[in-house]
């Protein structure tokens, strides 16, 4: 394919609820969507999970919006016979910058499967038409708050609810969730880097709560105080915000850093890099969960294909749209006994509705070339 003309829009949804995590609170999504058209008038869909501001991950939205406009769209709308496959080696040497490199991937991969008529699943691999999913629960303001929370998205069909942690709210919610929900509930929390190497013997209490998982305790570089706290508690440990790559993964699993992946396509480039993790994970037989980033609905339909794949055997942070907005751009995915179904139709499967969309547009840029 030829690019012909990219959009670069921004959206801004808010959220049924505020979502807070140890490094901070959000009331609505900002999103920024990559919208490619080609030469024989194809389209595709790209979202860049990318936040407002660098807590998370490095990377944020206006600067994620930048490196598209002045390198990445014009490094790939230079080819003449651009194919999805070769978008990684395309923009190999632009460095880092991977919420915006899994954004413009996604777009193209859209558009190639689309004009082939094969959906983004069955392009990955997919052995599921539906995948049953779990919540990311935010911090509350009250442990009674926290309760009603869980209870409402148990009530709903949710199969494993993730709770964030941080100093001051991990132990006491851990167990009264699950001493109110009981030892069938598939709990599992996430720090996203609230501790520090002094904090493994107090991390080591998390035991007595049978978790499925803890996720990323400490800084994204510190893999050594992953792989000392790994070696002292029997809950298995889980990366997010230190896997950038399937050599990141391969490298903390090497060295007993983690013993289950948070694989989250914007995060490590792409669903091309994301199935190469899931690869290397399947092939020596360690579990991987697909993750989330509160996703409008086009990167939560390629978050499902994704998810669809047979290593994929944790429920991933993949809600259905109502835990996270009221109004989103494309329709609803709905909860049926736990589950969401995987998109089957060409590439990702869905598009955004024009009006839900414009309502949500706070700014286009169009390139054209
Ligand atoms: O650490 O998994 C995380 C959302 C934004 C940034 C980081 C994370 C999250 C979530 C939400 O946990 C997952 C979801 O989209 O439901
Ligand atoms: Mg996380």
Redesign the pocket.
């Known amino acids: 394919m030829k690019i012909e003309r990219v959009e670069l829009r921004e959206v801004a949804l808010p959220l049924v609820t505020p ?1 807070r ?1 140890s ?1 901070g609170s ?1 009331d609505h999504r900002n999103a920024l969507l990559v919208q490619i058209t080609t030469a024989d008038g194809v389209i595709g869909w790209g979202e860049c ?1 990318a ?1 407002d501001d660098p807590y ?2 490095a990377e944020y939205l206006s600067g994620e919006q930048e490196v598209l406009r002045r390198w990445l769209v014009p490094t790939l709308a230079a080819e003449s016979d651009l194919r999805a496959a070769h978008v990684p080696g395309l923009l190999r040497s632009l460095r880092g910058h991977t919420m915006a490199k899994a954004a413009i991937e996604m777009a193209v991969l859209d558009a190639e499967l689309r004009a082939l008529g094969v959906s983004l699943a069955r392009h990955l691999g997919a052995v599921h038409t539906s995948v049953p999913v ?3 629960v ?1 911090i509350m303001d009250t442990l009674d708050a926290l309760v009603d929370a869980v209870d409402g998205y148990l009530v709903e069909g949710y199969v494993r609810v ?1 709770l ?1 942690i941080e100093p001051g709210w991990d132990l006491e919610p851990v167990r009264l969730i699950r001493e109110t929900f009981g030892p069938d509930l598939d709990l599992q929390v ?1 720090a ?1 880097t609230a501790y520090g190497p002094n904090d493994i013997p107090y991390l080591r209490r998390l035991d007595d709560f049978g978790l499925v998982l803890i ?2 305790p400490f800084d994204p570089d510190d893999l050594d105080s992953h792989v000392r706290l790994a070696a002292r508690v029997d809950t298995p440990i889980c990366l ?2 230190s896997i950038r790559s399937a050599r990141d993964a391969a490298t903390a699993l090497r060295i007993g850093a983690c013993s289950i992946v ?1 694989i ?1 396509p914007g995060r490590v480039g792409g669903y091309l890099e994301s199935r190469r993790i899931h690869d290397l994970c399947q092939a020596t037989g360690v579990p991987v969960w697909c ?5 409008t609905g086009i990167g939560r339909a390629a978050n499902l294909a994704l998810a669809a794949l047979p290593g994929f055997t944790l429920p991933g ?3 259905a749209t109502a ?2 907005y009221e109004r989103d751009i494309t329709a609803p995915f709905v909860l049926h006994e736990g589950r969401l179904a995987v998109p089957d139709g060409p590439g990702i499967g869905i598009e955004p509705n024009p009006d839900d969309l414009e309502a949500a547009t706070t700014s286009v840029d169009v390139l054209t070339f």
Request: aromatic fraction near 12%; hydrophobic fraction near 25%.
């Open positions: 979502f995590t490094v959000q999970v936040e998370y991950f779990g919540v990311s935010g993730k964030k996430d996203n996720e990323q997010d915000e948070n989250k993750g989330g980033m509160l996703e942070d993949i809600s835990r996270y």
